[in-house]
């Protein structure tokens, strides 16, 4: 694995056009979460609620990723190594039914941080075996309103069963609350990705806050 401190996925917010909430922009958004502390951002656009052509696209992603770079927040691009590479990414993020995954770290492996989607004990295992892979994401933790063909949940215990299940970090995401956190952080899991909590949230200052203040402990 890449010599690197996973702390940065203690808050990672992760954000398409869709995500956004009326009356603000996606620059905005990741400018104020930016400002609030997160320590990692995905520039996730897909599904049919996009609002971003084709053409729109790498300018947006290469605006979101000078917005992060000016924070020192490592950016990146979910499930496009090519405008991953457009842009200089600090990271690319893979799910299983995406480019594959050997292919993603032969083409990226030695210049970006790769992370990969991971759902349940049987994938997990799988990935163990392939070295490139630096973090899991892994969930749906809980039912989630923002990915419409989201694998079944896994609760606390199934995230407590895969952390288990592996030496490298594992980020948790799907359906997180706020109250949720330090139950996450208790299994081990090196941080929380989030979209609606923070995209929706009233107070971003004091959302991401808590995210950087659960109780996280290191996954060595
Ligand atoms: N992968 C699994 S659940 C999910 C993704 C991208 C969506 C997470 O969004 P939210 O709003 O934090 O539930
Ligand atoms: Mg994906």
């Excluded at 971003?204 to 109780?215: D, E, F, R, W």
Aim: glycine share 8%; proline share 4%.
């Amino acid at each position: 694995m890449k010599d690197f401190n996973t702390d940065f996925l203690h808050a990672y917010f992760i954000c398409g056009s869709q995500d956004v909430p009326e009356g603000k922009t996606l620059p905005g958004l990741v400018a104020e979460a930016l400002a609030a502390g997160i320590t990692a951002f995905q520039f996730r656009d897909k599904g049919s609620n996009s609002t971003l052509s084709e053409a729109e696209r790498l300018p947006m992603a290469q605006k979101l990723h000078q917005l992060c770079y000016a924070y020192h927040v490592p950016f990146f691009i979910d499930d496009d190594v090519q405008l991953a590479q457009q842009v200089h990414a600090e990271g690319v993020h893979v799910g299983q039914s995406d480019e594959e995954i050997r292919q993603v770290i032969k083409e990226v492996g030695a210049q970006m941080i790769i992370g990969y989607s991971c759902s349940n004990l049987t994938q997990v295992e799988q990935a163990n075996k392939i070295s490139g892979i630096d973090y899991y994401g892994s969930g749906p933790i809980y039912a989630t309103q923002s990915k419409s063909d989201a694998d079944p949940e896994i609760g606390i215990a199934g995230l407590s069963q895969l952390v288990k299940s592996t030496t490298r970090p594992i980020v948790a995401i799907g359906g997180i609350t706020a109250s949720d956190l330090s139950a996450i952080a208790k299994t081990k899991a090196a941080g929380a990705a989030v979209i609606s909590l923070i995209a929706q949230s009233n107070d971003i200052k004091q959302t991401v806050s808590q995210m950087l203040t659960a109780p996280w402990i290191k996954n060595d």
